[in-house]
């Protein structure tokens, strides 16, 4: 039944404004999300460089071998966290700017991931020193408090003894 509904307001959609059913079929692609090929002479390195908005002395495309990259330049691994968080960006959520190329893995770069180009607070020797001190403190208190056994202090039950009468149902 949903399914009819469905096709009924496409169509009515579609005889009320054609453009709305098009557009989202042509524009699912665009031409210029595709790398072109590795650039080989001069010529092709400036114009894939004006292609990015790049100067040509920054621009670097990633070497040819067999990824598929092509001409897509080849930008600095730094995290979006290390981006300056004052600079007044287009699109400050993003922290990127207008027709600012993206990085490759973009995905591995985004502000929600762990960036490792940041300088750790302590070196991973001073880590691995802290990880195996408080392991063998661990294992040395267990080690000598062993023989101290651990129970709980309670007293014998109470039981009532034969003979002894320690409370009745019967009205006096």
């Known amino acids: 039944m949903a399914l009819f509904r469905g096709a009924k307001l496409a169509l ?9 059913m098009i557009v989202p079929v ?4 665009n031409k210029d999300f595709k790398p072109g090929k590795y650039p080989e002479t001069e010529a092709e390195r400036l114009a894939a460089a004006k292609k990015y908005n790049m100067h040509p002395d920054e621009y670097q495309p990633y070497p040819d071998d ?21 600079y007044p960006y287009d699109f400050p959520e993003l922290k990127r700017n207008f027709n600012e190329p993206v990085h490759i893995e ?4 985004s502000e ?10 302590f070196s991973l020797k001073y ?9 063998a403190a661990c294992f040395g208190i267990y080690y ?20 002894k009468v320690h409370y009745t149902f019967e009205s006096k």
């Open 112 to 121: 929600d991931r762990f960036g490792y180009s940041e300088k750790p607070r």
């Open 26 to 29: 042509r524009n699912h692609w």
């Open 12 to 20: 009515n959609l579609a005889r009320t404004n054609p453009a709305s």
């Open 144 to 163: 000598f408090l062993e023989d101290y056994k651990v129970f709980r202090p309670v007293v014998p039950k109470q039981l009532p003894g034969d003979g």
């Open 127 to 135: 880590q691995f020193l802290m990880f195996t001190g408080v392991l």
């Open 66 to 86: 067999g990824e598929g990259y092509g001409d897509y330049p080849k930008l600095p691994d730094e995290p979006v966290e290390m981006k300056d968080p004052y």
């Open 106 to 109: 973009y995905t591995l770069w």
